[in-house]
């Protein structure tokens, strides 16, 4: 499983497809704008959103389907350590030469499961992945609970495809974090043309979450204030019932 959206929404992929889909697509996957970041002005982009959706300070990253490492590079460019985890072989034999002597490992596992024991992170990072998962829900708690106090899901979604979209809504997203959210911002994605290479008309959007170390254990009563961030900078604060309106609806 790597960092992928549908290229052409009227033939959306499969949910999780198999790591062969992925070792097969390798060698090609950067060609996209939005996957090797080739182009400066789509690499600029993808590094200023990251610079405001990591900490300040040098972090430990899990980044889950990290394809061929494109955003793990920009995290560690920012001085973060990270620790990829993808299904496809192929995939992080191209994500550990882009990454050489830097502060990054690569593991082949399952995103739903990492294989990283123990350990805690200060953030984990998904893009175009949570959607491909059965059980979103419990994905998510089992991320959350993979957090160091403190930590914050950073999760890159969206919803593709006009006659028969898949994905998941800011909406349905924000649903499936209210339990485990001290904190949550969301970004639209859509009207930025830069961050893929190109307009698109679907809904794509980044939710980032901050996880309380109770939130992972139990539900909350009443759910926290949410942003929509509209443009850098500018937000507009909502409460949980205006968020989860806020992203309903098939995009424009």
């Not at 491909?132 to 957090?147: I, M, N």
């Not at 930590?151 to 593709?160: F, K, M, S, Y």
Request: proline share 11%; charged share 20%.
């Amino acid at each position: 499983m790597s960092t992928n959206a549908p290229a052409d929404p009227a033939e959306p992929l499969p949910s999780a497809p198999p790591a062969a889909y992925w070792d097969a697509a390798a060698a090609t996957y950067d060609a996209e704008p939005d996957h090797g970041l080739r182009d400066p002005a789509v690499r600029a982009a993808w590094a200023a959103r990251l610079r405001t959706w990591l900490p300040s300070a040098p972090s430990d990253v899990l980044d889950l389907g990290c394809g061929t490492g494109s955003l793990a590079l920009l995290a560690t460019e920012q001085g973060h350590r990270v620790t990829g985890v993808d299904r496809s072989p192929a995939m992080l034999a191209r994500a550990r030469t882009k990454l050489a002597g830097r502060a990054a490992t690569f593991v082949v596992g399952d995103a739903a499961q990492p294989p990283v024991g123990e350990r805690q992170f200060d953030v984990v990072l998904v893009r175009h992945v949570l959607w491909t998962l059965p059980d979103p829900a419990a994905v998510l708690r089992h991320w959350a609970g993979l957090l160091a106090p403190g930590g914050r899901l950073v999760l890159v979604e969206g919803r593709w495809g006009e006659s028969a979209p898949v994905g998941l809504t800011p909406a349905e997203l924000t649903a499936l974090t209210a339990p485990l959210a001290a904190h949550a911002e969301l970004f639209p994605l859509s009207d930025d043309p830069t961050l893929w290479g190109r307009p698109v008309r679907d809904e794509r959007y980044a939710l980032i979450v901050r996880v309380g170390a109770e939130r992972a254990v139990a539900p909350p009563r009443h759910s926290e204030v949410a942003d929509v961030h509209a443009a850098p900078g500018r937000a507009v604060p909502l409460d949980a019932g205006a968020a989860l309106n806020a992203g309903a609806g098939d995009p424009p």
